[in-house]
Structure formats: structure tokens, C-alpha cells
């Protein structure tokens, strides 16, 4: 029979770090390429659809259909550079603060492969799980890591590793994040715009 294990978990935009880093990413890449620009109609487009189906795939490849290899493996080393500084100054003492209570660490995040384990590779989490990309066409979704499809996320990586997972504590900014935060015995609500800890 599969055992509990401690979990807490942390979102990361709005949460661990200021901003969004996939929106950040984007914006890098306006500033960085003239791709991006000729996508602004189609982009228009996805961003209303977003208002009806936040939790969707189909906008989300229109706002990233520019996205080439070519372009995430030569901006992403200096984007991860600059957007590191956004991070709040607690996260990575509280990251290290809950696994030293003995509990699982994990980082789910909507945002993609290709810049959420690079942003978060020296804070030591037990598992990042993230939005999954194509890595031939890295604006098309695999996985759309959001809402309820973290808790899926999450389950899928304890069976993984032979346990059930008990949610002893969740960090998050954002509402979407409600399936997650309702399976935890303790939510931690953080200002997106501060980092600072609020009432939800």
C-alpha cells in the first residue's frame, strides 16, 4: 500500500517571483526579434478567447506561434538572467525553510519547460512540474499546466514515485490556483505585486 508523504507547494509567478515570466518571455523576444510583430492580429485574437477559456490551449500557441528553437535556445540565457532579479527576496530561504520541516517541495507552474527549471535550478525543489512543450515547435502545448491540470500534475508525479501525496501547505497569488490550494490543509496567499503574504 502506497504511503503519505508530506507536500507543500509553491506556484511561482505572482508568487515566488514578480511579474509573469511567460508574458516577460514574450515581450524579451518583441524587444529581441521582428517575428513577433508580424503575429500582433492573431494575438489580439487569442487574447480575447483567453477572457472566455483561461484555462485553454488554443490561445496560449496563438500568443507563442512566433516561438522557434532557434530563438528560445539564444534568449533564454540572458532573459533568465534579468527576470531572476525579480524574485522575492524570502523565496528561496522559505523554499529551503519547508523542506528542512522534512516535507516534499514542489514548484508547479503554468508557464513552460523551457524557462521554469532554469529560473528555479539553485532553490533545490523536490520536483518542478510545468506547462509541457513541444520541443520542435516550442509554442504548441503538450501540457497545459493550469487550474485543475496541476493537481493532475501533482498526482501524476507521486504515482510516479510510489506515494500519495498530502498537501500540507500551498503558495499562490492567483485564484486559478483554487483546485490546488483546496486539497491543502493550509493556503498561503501571497500579493502578487508585493510578495508580501495576504488574506484571500
Known amino acids: 500500500m502506497l504511503k503519505k508523504v508530506n507536500v507543500v507547494v509553491f506556484d511561482f509567478d505572482g508568487t515566488l517571483s514578480g511579474g509573469d515570466s511567460s508574458v516577460d518571455f514574450g515581450r524579451?523576444?518583441?524587444?529581441?526579434?521582428?517575428?513577433?510583430w508580424f503575429c500582433l492580429v492573431c494575438m489580439t485574437v487569442a487574447s480575447i478567447?483567453?477572457?472566455f477559456n483561461?484555462?485553454?490551449?488554443?490561445?496560449?500557441q496563438k500568443m507563442r506561434g512566433?516561438?522557434?528553437?532557434?530563438?528560445?535556445?539564444?534568449?533564454?540565457p540572458e532573459f533568465i538572467k534579468q527576470h531572476k532579479t525579480k524574485r522575492f527576496g524570502w523565496a528561496k530561504a522559505q523554499v529551503a525553510k519547508e523542506k528542512a520541516k522534512g516535507n516534499k517541495v514542489v514548484l508547479i507552474s503554468?508557464?513552460?519547460?523551457?524557462?521554469?527549471?532554469l529560473l528555479v535550478s539553485d532553490m533545490k525543489f523536490d520536483a518542478?512540474?510545468?506547462?509541457?512543450?513541444?520541443?520542435?515547435?516550442p509554442w504548441k502545448y503538450d501540457f497545459v499546466c493550469y487550474g485543475k491540470n496541476k493537481v493532475v500534475a501533482l498526482d501524476n508525479w507521486a504515482k510516479?514515485?510510489?506515494?500519495?501525496?498530502?498537501?500540507?501547505?500551498s503558495y499562490s497569488d492567483s485564484r486559478s490556483d483554487m483546485?490546488?490550494?483546496?486539497?491543502?490543509?493550509?493556503?498561503?496567499?501571497?500579493?502578487?505585486?508585493?510578495?508580501?503574504?495576504?488574506?484571500?
Open 28 to 36: 524579451y523576444c518583441f524587444k529581441h526579434s521582428i517575428k513577433p
Open 49 to 51: 478567447v483567453k477572457i
Open 54 to 60: 483561461p484555462g485553454g490551449a488554443w490561445w496560449r
Open 66 to 76: 512566433f516561438l522557434t528553437q532557434k530563438m528560445v535556445h539564444e534568449f533564454t
Open 110 to 117: 503554468a508557464s513552460p519547460d523551457y524557462l521554469i527549471p
Open 128 to 137: 518542478v512540474l510545468t506547462s509541457k512543450m513541444q520541443k520542435n515547435k
Open 160 to 169: 510516479e514515485n510510489k506515494f500519495i501525496p498530502n498537501v500540507v501547505r
Open 179 to 200: 483546485p490546488l490550494m483546496n486539497i491543502a490543509k493550509e493556503r498561503v496567499w501571497i500579493d502578487s505585486k508585493t510578495g508580501l503574504r495576504k488574506d484571500k
